[in-house]
């Protein structure tokens, strides 16, 4: 069974961090890429970053470039999202996500999800 988990949210101050986990499992997790994406409320779902499990490659929205890190433990079979300087407009559903093509934040891509985190960031 395909499982994707994600844990690591919760509530934190703007300027905060926080480091969300993706732990996957069901799947040859080196021959995926892993990606975040993020639904805030009355809004669609967007990509935040990706990672290639195979060769490390990773790819950030510009609206979290120099800010969030996303970084992979195969070992582990896990993925993790260290978001740094958070500010309110972060407030969403994480959700992590695994696809057999190369890095990409095109949601159609994904095959497998998890069943979302939330995140929020107080003024």
């Known amino acids: 069974e395909v499982q994707l988990v994600e844990s690591g949210g919760g509530l934190v101050q703007a300027g905060g961090s926080l480091r969300l986990s993706c732990a996957a499992s069901g799947f040859t997790f080196d021959d995926y890429t892993i990606g975040w994406f993020r639904q805030a409320p009355g809004k669609q779902r967007d990509g935040v970053s990706c990672?290639?499990?195979?060769?490390?490659?990773?790819y950030y929205a510009d609206s979290v470039k120099g800010r969030f890190t996303i970084s992979s433990d195969n070992a582990k079979n896990t993925v993790y999202l260290q978001m740094n300087n958070l500010k309110p407009e972060d407030t969403a559903v994480y959700y992590c996500a695994a696809s057999v093509v190369a890095p990409t934040l095109l949601e159609g891509m994904y095959t497998f999800w998890g069943q979302g985190i939330q995140v929020t960031v107080s003024s």
């Open positions: 990672i290639s499990s195979s060769d490390g490659s990773t």
